[in-house]
C-alpha cells in the first residue's frame, strides 16, 4: 500500500447533541490508511456517541472529513458505501438466520459486483473466522459470544471497509476470546484496513494500537502514541489498573512494531 501522510478521516471541531444536551465538544481526531487508532475513556465519556457521530447517526455540528470528502451532508447508508463501517457494541444479527446468510447480507451493498465476488468475500472471512465456516449453516441466536463478535466482524467486512469502527468489541467475552478478537484487528491491519477502535479494556486496545485518544466528558484530554499513553502515569492509575497481572496481548498475537499511525515521527505525549 502506498504510504501517505493524509489521513483517512479526520474530524474538525465535532460536536454530537441528543437533544439540547452536547455529548461531544470539539472532538479532532485522526485515522490514517492501514492504522489502529483507539479511543479509550470512562463510562459515559462519550465514546461510543463518537462512532454515532462520525456515521451519521447523531446530530452533529463541526465537520468529519473521511477519503478527503466531508461526509455532513452524506446519509449513514451511503457512509457504508463509501467504505466507512460501524459495528456496534450490541452484536445485533439475524438470530433466526444462518451464520452464512448474516454474512451475505453484509454484501448487500456490493451486490452488483456479483456471487463470484461475495464467493470471494466469504472465504476470505472463513479464512479469518475459521469458526464461522464450521458453523455456516448454524443459526446465528445458538451461536456463543464469542462467535456471535465474529460474525458482526465478518459481516462488516463483506462490505470491504475502508475504515471499521468497532465499539466494544471485547465487552462480555472471555479472555481467550478476546485475544481471538484482537488477533483478527491486528491481522485486519496488515491487511490495509483501517481500525477506530473504542474499547473498556484500555490495556489490549493500546497493546494493538498506533495511537490513542482518551476521551473524558465529551472532550479529547489527551492524545499520543500507544505506547506513550500507556507508559502515562495518570493513564496506567485511571484506566489500566497498575496491578494487573493479565498476559500481554501484543506477545500473543505477533503484532509488529510500527512507527506512529499519523504517519508522522513520534510526536511528544501531550494533552489536549
Same mark, same amino acid.
Given at each position: 500500500?502506498?504510504?501517505?501522510?493524509?489521513?483517512?478521516?479526520?474530524?474538525?471541531?465535532?460536536?454530537?447533541?441528543?437533544?439540547?444536551?452536547?455529548?461531544?465538544?470539539?472532538?479532532? /481526531?485522526?485515522?490514517?490508511?492501514?492504522?489502529?487508532?483507539?479511543?479509550?475513556?470512562?463510562?459515559?465519556?462519550?465514546?461510543?456517541? /463518537?462512532?454515532?457521530?462520525?456515521?451519521?447517526?447523531?446530530?452533529?455540528?463541526?465537520?468529519?472529513?473521511?477519503?478527503?470528502?466531508?461526509?455532513?451532508?452524506?446519509?449513514?447508508?451511503?457512509?457504508?458505501?463509501?467504505?466507512?463501517? /460501524?459495528?456496534?457494541?450490541?452484536r445485533d444479527l439475524f438470530g433466526t438466520?444462518?451464520?452464512?446468510?448474516?454474512?451475505?447480507?453484509?454484501?448487500?451493498?456490493?451486490?452488483?459486483?456479483?456471487?463470484?465476488?461475495?464467493?470471494?468475500?466469504?472465504?476470505?472471512?472463513?479464512?479469518?473466522?475459521?469458526?464461522?465456516?464450521?458453523?455456516?449453516?448454524? /443459526?446465528?441466536?445458538?451461536?456463543?459470544?464469542?462467535?456471535?463478535?465474529?460474525?458482526?466482524?465478518?459481516?462488516?467486512?463483506?462490505?470491504?471497509?475502508?475504515?471499521?469502527?468497532?465499539?466494544? @468489541?471485547?465487552?462480555?467475552?472471555?479472555?481467550?476470546?478476546?485475544?481471538?478478537?484482537?488477533?483478527?484487528?491486528?491481522?485486519?491491519?496488515?491487511?490495509?484496513?483501517?481500525?477506530?477502535?473504542?474499547?473498556?479494556?484500555?490495556?489490549a486496545a493500546l497493546e494493538v494500537a498506533?495511537?490513542?485518544?482518551?476521551?473524558?466528558?465529551?472532550?479529547?484530554?489527551?492524545?499520543?502514541?500507544?505506547?506513550q499513553l500507556a507508559g502515562d502515569r495518570?493513564?496506567?492509575?485511571?484506566?489500566?489498573?497498575?496491578?494487573?497481572?493479565?498476559?500481554?496481548?501484543?506477545?500473543?498475537?505477533?503484532? @509488529?512494531?510500527?512507527?506512529?499511525?499519523?504517519?508522522?515521527?513520534?510526536?511528544?505525549?501531550?494533552?489536549?
Amino acid at each position: 500500500m502506498r504510504e501517505t501522510n493524509e489521513p483517512l478521516l479526520r474530524t474538525r471541531a465535532l460536536s454530537a447533541y441528543y437533544g439540547k444536551v452536547q455529548a461531544l465538544a470539539q472532538v479532532e /481526531l485522526e485515522v490514517h490508511p492501514a492504522s489502529v487508532v483507539t479511543v479509550i475513556g470512562p463510562n459515559g465519556a462519550g465514546k461510543s456517541t /463518537l462512532l454515532n457521530a462520525i456515521m451519521g447517526l447523531r446530530r452533529t455540528t463541526g465537520a468529519v472529513v473521511y477519503g478527503g470528502k466531508d461526509m455532513g451532508r452524506i446519509p449513514a447508508e451511503q457512509r457504508l458505501a463509501h467504505g466507512l463501517c /460501524l459495528v456496534t457494541e450490541g452484536r445485533d444479527l439475524f438470530g433466526t438466520m444462518s451464520v452464512r446468510d448474516n454474512l451475505e447480507l453484509g454484501f448487500y451493498s456490493r451486490r452488483r459486483e456479483g456471487r463470484e465476488r461475495m464467493r470471494a468475500e466469504l472465504a476470505r472471512v472463513f479464512a479469518l473466522f475459521p469458526r464461522l465456516g464450521e458453523r455456516e449453516r448454524q /443459526l446465528a441466536h445458538t451461536l456463543s459470544g464469542g462467535e456471535r463478535q465474529m460474525l458482526v466482524l465478518g459481516r462488516a467486512l463483506m462490505a470491504r471497509p475502508r475504515l471499521l469502527m468497532l465499539d466494544e @468489541p471485547s465487552l462480555g467475552l472471555a479472555p481467550l476470546v478476546v485475544r481471538e478478537v484482537f488477533a483478527s484487528i491486528v491481522q485486519l491491519r496488515r491487511e490495509g484496513v483501517a481500525i477506530l477502535l473504542v474499547e473498556q479494556n484500555a490495556r489490549a486496545a493500546l497493546e494493538v494500537a498506533d495511537y490513542g485518544y482518551v476521551l473524558e466528558m465529551g472532550a479529547v484530554r489527551t492524545q499520543g502514541p500507544a505506547g506513550q499513553l500507556a507508559g502515562d502515569r495518570r493513564i496506567v492509575e485511571s484506566y489500566l489498573g497498575a496491578g494487573s497481572g493479565a498476559a500481554p496481548l501484543r506477545p500473543l498475537i505477533d503484532a @509488529p512494531a510500527t512507527p506512529d499511525a499519523r504517519g508522522m515521527q513520534q510526536p511528544e505525549l501531550r494533552a489536549a
